[in-house]
């Protein structure tokens, strides 16, 4: 069963830095997309940003421009780099996956992560 772990979250002021990592174990033969979304309080999960085995990705525009989405897949490991933090980015973040090509759904995802906490203050 593939297994997804997240690290890298915690408490920032506006304006700051973080780096999201996600490490998945237990992938069998094949190609997966792998992404970040994220649940605030209230809201609905959104997809941030995922990325496909081949190197097309998606962004999505609350984002744009302030966070970028990359992948190692020598070590099964997508990071997700948040830069200009704002505290409308304060949510859970989980790291998601799926085999073929990456969606911009949330719904397409089937494999999860247990999620990190991402607050950022003003």
């Known amino acids: 069963q593939v297994r997804l772990v997240e690290s890298g979250g915690g408490l920032v002021q506006a304006g700051d830095s973080l780096r999201l990592s996600c490490t998945a174990a237990m992938l069998t033969r094949g190609t997966y997309a792998m992404g970040w979304s994220r649940q605030a309080p209230g809201k609905e999960r959104e997809l941030v940003a995922a990325i496909s085995d081949g190197g097309s990705l998606y962004v999505s525009d609350s984002v744009k421009g302030r966070f970028t989405i990359s992948r190692d897949r020598a070590k099964n490991t997508v990071f997700l780099q948040m830069n200009s933090l704002k505290p409308e980015d304060t949510a859970i973040y989980y790291c998601?996956?799926?085999?073929?090509?990456?969606?911009?759904?949330?719904?397409?995802?089937?494999?999860w992560g247990q999620g990190t906490q991402v607050t950022v203050s003003s």
């Open positions: 998601a996956g799926k085999r073929g090509l990456h969606s911009t759904y949330v719904r397409d995802y089937i494999y």
